[in-house]
C-alpha cells in the first residue's frame, strides 16, 4: 500500500432534507468521482460532525436548517475552521443575505433554484481557490458593494491551489517537515497534512518529492 496516495475529497453536506442531501451528493459525484460524503442534519449535528472529523476538503451548508441562526451560523463555521471551504445552499436569493454570507466567511453561495450545471462549476470554482458569487449579484445596482472574502494571494490560484496549499507547499519545497510546517504557520500538524493531502490531488501528484519538482517547473514555466 502507498502511504503517500492522496485521500479522496471529503465532502460534508449540512441539509435538513434528505431529498436535498442526496441531490447535492450526486452533483458532488460529478466533480469529483471518488469523493467521501458525510451528512448531518441540523447545525448543532453539523459542529459535532466537524469537531469529529480530522479533515473536511469542503462544506455545503444549509442557511436554514434547524439550529441555523442564517449567517451568524455561518461566522461561526469559518471563524473556529478557517481553513474549511464553505459553500452556502439556500432557498433565500435576496442580495442582502448573500453579501452577509460572503462578509461572514462563507467562499460561495449557491440558490438552491439553480441548475446542476451551475452548481457543480461552483464548487470546482471553490475547491481551486476561487469565490464563487451569483450572477444576480454580481448584476445589481449596488455591486460594488459586495464584500468578498480576500482573493488568493501570489499567484496560489494560478497553481490551482489555495492560499494556504501554497503556503504548505512553498515550505515544503524548503524541506520542511509537517510539523515545523505546522509551527511556522500556526497550524496542526493534521490540519498541514490535510492541505498536504489536498495540493497532492490538485497537483495530481503521490507524494511530496513529485510535489515540490512538479511546483518548480511551473513556476519556471510561468516566467
Not at 50 to 75: H, I, R, Y
Not at 84 to 99: A, M, W, Y
Not at 138 to 144: E, K, T, V
Not at 180 to 202: C, D, N, Q, Y
Request: charged letters at 25%; aromatic letters at 4%.
Amino acid at each position: 500500500m502507498n502511504i503517500n496516495t492522496p485521500e479522496p475529497l471529503r465532502v460534508m453536506v449540512a441539509d435538513d432534507h434528505a431529498l436535498v442531501r442526496g441531490g447535492l451528493a450526486l452533483m458532488v459525484k460529478m466533480v469529483e468521482e471518488d469523493a467521501e460524503i458525510l451528512e448531518t442534519n441540523d447545525y448543532n449535528q453539523t459542529l459535532d460532525a466537524l469537531s469529529a472529523e480530522d479533515a473536511v476538503d469542503l462544506l455545503l451548508l444549509d442557511l436554514l436548517m434547524p439550529g441555523m441562526e442564517l449567517t451568524k451560523g455561518v461566522k461561526t463555521i469559518c471563524d473556529t475552521w478557517p481553513d474549511l471551504p464553505v459553500i452556502v445552499i439556500s432557498v433565500k436569493e435576496d442580495t442582502g443575505t448573500i453579501r452577509e454570507a460572503l462578509q461572514s466567511g462563507a467562499l460561495g453561495y449557491i440558490p438552491k433554484t439553480s441548475s446542476p450545471n451551475v452548481t457543480t462549476m461552483a464548487i470546482r470554482l471553490v475547491l481551486s481557490g476561487g469565490v464563487y458569487v451569483p450572477p444576480h449579484v454580481l448584476r445589481g445596482p449596488s455591486a460594488d458593494d459586495v464584500v468578498e472574502p480576500p482573493a488568493p494571494v501570489d499567484d496560489a490560484a494560478q497553481f490551482g491551489l489555495t492560499r494556504r496549499q501554497k503556503d504548505v507547499l512553498d515550505l515544503m519545497a524548503q524541506g520542511m517537515s509537517n510539523k515545523a510546517i505546522a509551527s511556522e504557520l500556526g497550524l496542526t500538524p493534521g490540519t498541514v497534512k490535510m492541505h498536504t493531502s489536498r495540493l497532492f490531488r490538485s497537483l495530481n501528484v503521490e507524494n511530496r518529492t513529485e510535489a515540490v519538482a512538479k511546483y518548480t517547473q511551473m513556476k519556471l514555466d510561468r516566467r
